[in-house]
Nanobody, 122 residues
Framework: VQLQASGGGLVQAGGSLKLSCTLP???????IAWFRQAPGKEREGVSC????????YYSNSVKGRFTISRDTVKNMVYLQMNSLKPDDTAVYCCAAAIYPPNPSNWRDFDSWGQGTLVTVSS
């Protein structure tokens, strides 16, 4: 299954962006997550949402600023990013897990999409 992430771009610090992830057959998966990776840094699990339950996860670095949501009718998952900081600059990817994952462990996710670049200028 091919995931498709979009919505990245260049934004000033304090601004907002909304990322979208298209995932055909979304309900076949237990959870969908957003990961990010900046140059020279490890991949970080940013946020995760169950496809059939109201359960979400946020890393401490984005809690209170980012909001994950899903639309299972449209096969979409979104990441609303507010109050962006230069440290949020990274390539953001969406990933899907068939079984309940550790949302911070990228190895628990089975399908990945190409990333979208988010650049936050100071």
């Amino acid at each position: 299954v091919q995931l498709q992430a979009s919505g990245g771009g260049l934004v000033q610090a304090g601004g907002s962006l909304k990322l979208s992830c298209t995932l055909p057959g979304i309900t076949l998966y237990d959870s969908i997550a957003w990961f990010r990776q900046a140059p020279g840094k490890e991949r970080e699990g940013v946020s995760c949402i169950r496809t059939s339950a109201d359960s979400t996860y946020y890393s401490n670095s984005v809690k209170g600023r980012f909001t994950i949501s899903r639309d299972t009718v449209k096969n979409m998952v979104y990441l609303q990013m507010n109050s962006l900081k230069p440290d949020d600059t990274a390539v953001y990817c969406c990933a899907a897990a068939i079984y309940p994952p550790n949302p911070s462990n990228w190895r628990d996710f089975d399908s990945w999409g190409q990333g979208t670049l988010v650049t936050v200028s100071s």
